[in-house]
């Protein structure tokens, strides 16, 4: 079928605007790459754009020997793979109870989640609560009030709201109890938006660096996100605002070694990224037709 006119311009159009949302999405990663990849010198020229200058491996091995990034990078993985865990199973259980309209009180309940989308407890109140919890300073600080959140319950509701009802009435009459059909049936048909889930939670803990700012005190229990974030402010911001930073890490570092780190903090999302990408468009856009 012939296109009209206005098709081909909305189709020229649209693939401009990609290119350049590409082009500005990746350059400043492919920049922190070359920067990383450069030589001292090379990048006291300030001339390091997207090819590196004089290429040199010594910002990763002076990375290497930095033990405090290691151990945050350790703390890092241990808080998103279980706050992703803990996240994706209260998420989940929550989720599929608000599906069912014979839930008694479902509406009441719906409407507070809502409410929670537009009105926090406060910074303060919360800090009061996780520290009357005896949480300060130890890894459900960083877990658990990041465990469950609205848009996520919201989403897979309405997913599970899309399966079709013939199903469970069918698995009753076979003698299939509730639980039995939520586990034998209703996730093995949800990987879809259970891939989306996982990759919403696990960006939003691997991420995160306030909580660990605000709950926690010791520097050995840092997330590597916090540990950039300190080396990024640098000792002069610090002293200026007064904020909790690791003396170890508030220190004149290097614009490679900066770089390098930025790198590696990126690249686990990167990699994971395409093995879910199939999952998680089709999660997302049925979640929203159904909606």
Known sequence: MKKSKSRIVFEIFNIILMVVLIVLTLYPILNQLAVSLSSNT???????KLLPIDFSLDTYKGLMKESKFWINYKNTIVYTVLGTVIGLFMTTICAYALSKKRLV???VILRLIVFTMFFGGGLIPTYNLIKNLNMLDTIWAIVIPGAIIPYNVLLMKTYFEGLPVE???????DGLSQLGFFTKIALPLSKPILATMTLFISVAYWNDW???????????RYPVTLYLRNIMMGATMASQTGLNIDASTVQSVPEGIQAASMILVIVPILCIYPFVQKHFVKGVMIGSIKG
């Open 42 to 48: 090379g990048i006291l020229t300030g001339e390091v």
């Open 105 to 107: 009180g479902r509406v």
């Open 167 to 173: 199903l469970e009435e069918a698995s009753s009459i």
């Open 210 to 220: 306030f909580a660990a700012l605000l709950y926690l005190n010791d520097g050995d």
